[in-house]
Structures are given as C-alpha cells and as structure tokens.
C-alpha cells in the first residue's frame, strides 16, 4: 500500500466531509482491494487481520457513514446480511448473478442491458440516478452436484 493511495483516500474523505480517520482508509483500501462482497461482521475480522485496534463498533458505523455518502454500496442479496462494496464510477458499474444454493456472486455487465435500462427511463420521462440488478438462481457448480 503506497502513500500517495493513502494520500488520495484521505482527499475522498475529506471531499464528502468526512474525517479521514486511519480505520476509514484501511476499511476502503479493503473494499478497492476485493472483488468479494463482505457484510459488516467478515470486513470487520478482514481489518482484524491486518490490525490490532479495530473496533467492531466503529468499523460499523464507519460503513454507515461511507454508505451515506455513497462511498460504498449497500447490497441486499436477500439472505438477511447487509453486504459492502466500493461503489464504481460509472465505467466500473456492474450487476450481480447470486446463486442461492452456495451465495457465490458474479458479477456481470451487458451493454444492451444498460441501455435498455436507459430507454425504459427516457420513455416515462425519468431521469435515473442509480441502479442495482440482482438475478437469483442457481450456479453451474451448484446445479451439476445436484
Ligand atoms: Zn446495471
Ligand atoms: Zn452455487
Ligand atoms: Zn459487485
């Protein structure tokens, strides 16, 4: 972990008016650094790997306030637990596949699906700000043990 990624998290921070607090930054350089999709409890034994003086508590309510301000997203796979990720610029978005035998998730993009998206909004003349599509089912791994 470089100084200047350190440097440049505590300037997003900053800009959405946060304090740039030393479990801030661990907690975003883990979600930048995963294509997992964590809930609160495994982003907090994650930091606990790496540092001694990480409180459950605050590594919560840090998620919190980063949802807040849109730094992370929250995402709701239907089983009960909350999951975090880093929110992605819109060259970065993608959608979830969750398979709902082994909670594998993956993620995925389609072009035409997006703009699909964006002619459903242009005909009821809605503008859009934010999307999450989430397909259920069942994985190949999943579907081939059965
Ligand atoms: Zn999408
Ligand atoms: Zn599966
Ligand atoms: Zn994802």
Known sequence: ???????????????????????????????????????AEEIYLELLKKEKNVSRATVYRSLEALAEQDLVTRLDFGDGRMRFERSKGEDEHHDHLICEKCGKVIEFFNLEMEAQQLSVCEENDFTPSTHTMHIFGTCSDCRTSQ
């Not at 800009?15 to 975003?28: D, F, G, M, N, P």
């Open 1 to 39: 972990m470089s100084a200047t990624e350190n440097q440049q998290l505590k300037q997003v921070l900053r800009e959405h008016e946060l304090k740039a607090t030393t479990q801030r930054i661990a907690l975003l350089k883990l979600l930048d650094a995963t294509h997992e999709h964590f809930d």
